[in-house]
């Protein structure tokens, strides 16, 4: 009944008495976009949550949860103006989105909130000498990794290696650039 149901919506007035592959495609497809639609907050407010229990600090969570959906959303520019459609592959990835943008950000805000530094400033110098180091090899080798899958002959790979390089190439500007910037003017200190 739920098929039908399914099938009916999109066929309008017209009466359903079997089924294809492409209308279950149809459904599937609609259920993907449906977890992108739900699983993309979900993921965000999750990371916010654990980002507040890990620092114990609600405003460095919240910056740092701000840096991450900058990430987001300049990967889902970059997926638009790169011409990608939704397809099965591209749904999961966006969903993938929030967990691979979230790593750096949250090296960088650990560091800051333990910090032993007196302003901002100082606190975010430490935060950039103790673990930008690590951060920027961490990306530059997850980058480097995802540039093999290019040359593949199979397109997911190649659609797993350009969502990787991109979000981690977004992830990686946003926490060294925008982050340090957000705590030096907004973070306790």
């Known amino acids: 009944d739920e098929w039908r149901e399914t099938a009916n919506d999109f066929d309008g007035d017209a009466r359903v008495i079997g089924l294809t592959g492409r209308l279950e495609w149809i459904a599937v497809m ?31 969570a919240l910056l740092a949860t701000m840096t991450i959906l900058g990430v987001m959303s300049s990967f889902f520019i970059t997926f638009v103006a790169s011409g990608w459609v939704l397809g099965m592959y591209e749904c999961m990835f966006l969903q993938l989105t929030a967990g691979m943008a979230v790593d750096y950000t949250v090296h960088l805000a650990h560091a800051y909130n333990e910090s032993a ?41 190649y659609l797993y290696g350009s969502f990787i390089f991109f979000v981690i190439l977004w992830a990686i500007l946003w926490a060294v650039l925008f982050f340090p910037a957000l705590m030096i003017s907004l973070g306790p200190s």
């Open 30 to 60: 609609h259920a993907l976009v449906q977890g992108v639609m739900t699983g993309v907050p979900a993921s965000l407010a999750i990371a916010l949550a654990v980002l507040a229990v890990s620092t114990a600090n609600w405003l460095v």
């Open 117 to 157: 530094g007196e302003t901002r400033e100082a606190k975010m110098r430490e935060s950039l000498s103790e673990m930008g180091v690590s951060v920027l090899s961490g990306a530059v080798s997850t980058l480097g990794a995802s540039i093999c899958l290019f040359v593949c002959s199979f397109k997911v790979f």
